[in-house]
């Protein structure tokens, strides 16, 4: 049991330094993520008006071209009625001629709806851009800042991670998962030693009683009041030993 505890512990010294390594990059990690997560939204809502300005650029040149035709159709009905035979002929022309005029109307108000709308998505990409030009520029310094700390890290921090391994293959099973589950819920403290008589986690008065069983080390004990694992002092400097710290 003294092994399986002085192993606990192990693994939380190991942890320990591994998170101040992680503390080192502040709040980098996650503002490079925000900073992403921005442009991808803003490059998202430019490539959206882009293509829809594409399409109403396409839309008012089918009405252009439609407009063009009926023009054409219109200037034929014209001279036609000069040739017409009857009345009945007239009619059908004239008809013609209206249905030709308001559909070129209706078109050419379209069209300019199209336009008002083209100009108001070129406005809204032209704000977009400098943007996302002003993010990606934030966001370039923060990478460049987060990889200089990791890059003067990486050797402490990959020979920790080869310990941590080596440790961790030692610590059984259950014990592990109770440890990352109580390590996650608990800030990254998932082992702790009683520090004048109180648990150096929650700072709650452990019972004399149960300082003495930890003391012993026959079981794995747990705080009462904050669920992490309790080891005694005797442990703890094994664990650090070991270690060499």
């Not at 159709?73 to 009625?81: A, G, M, N, R, V």
């Not at 013609?96 to 809204?124: T, V």
Request: aromatic share 2%; with cysteine; proline share 2%.
């Amino acid at each position: 049991m003294i092994e399986r505890l002085t192993v606990l512990y192990e693994l939380q010294l190991i942890d320990d330094q591994l998170d101040e390594l992680e503390e080192l990059r502040g709040d980098l990690p996650a503002a490079v993520n925000e900073l992403t997560s921005q442009i991808e939204t803003l490059q998202q809502q430019v490539e959206e008006k882009e293509a829809e300005k594409k399409k109403s650029l396409s839309k008012r040149k089918e009405n252009d071209n439609e407009v063009e035709r009926l023009k054409a159709s219109l200037k034929k009905f014209k001279s036609q009625l000069y040739q017409v035979r009857n009345n009945k002929e007239y009619d059908a022309l004239t008809k013609e001629i209206d249905h030709s005029e308001e559909q070129i109307k209706k078109l050419d108000a379209e069209s300019i709806a199209l336009e008002d709308l083209i100009q108001k998505l070129k406005n809204e990409i032209d704000e977009l851009e400098p943007q996302i030009e002003a993010l990606q520029k934030d966001l370039k310094e923060k990478e460049t800042e987060l990889k200089q700390i990791i890059k003067a890290n990486e050797r402490e921090e990959a020979k920790l991670l080869d310990k941590r391994e080596k440790i961790a293959a030692k610590v059984k099973k259950p014990d592990y998962n109770t440890y990352m589950r109580i390590r996650k819920a608990l800030n990254g403290k998932a082992v702790v030693t009683i520090n004048r008589s109180a648990c150096s986690g929650c700072h709650n008065v452990v019972p004399p009683q149960r300082q003495i069983e930890i003391r012993q080390s026959k079981r794995i004990f747990s705080c009462e009041s904050c669920g992490r694992i309790l080891v005694s002092s005797e442990i703890a400097e094994e664990a650090k030993k070991k270690l060499d710290l």
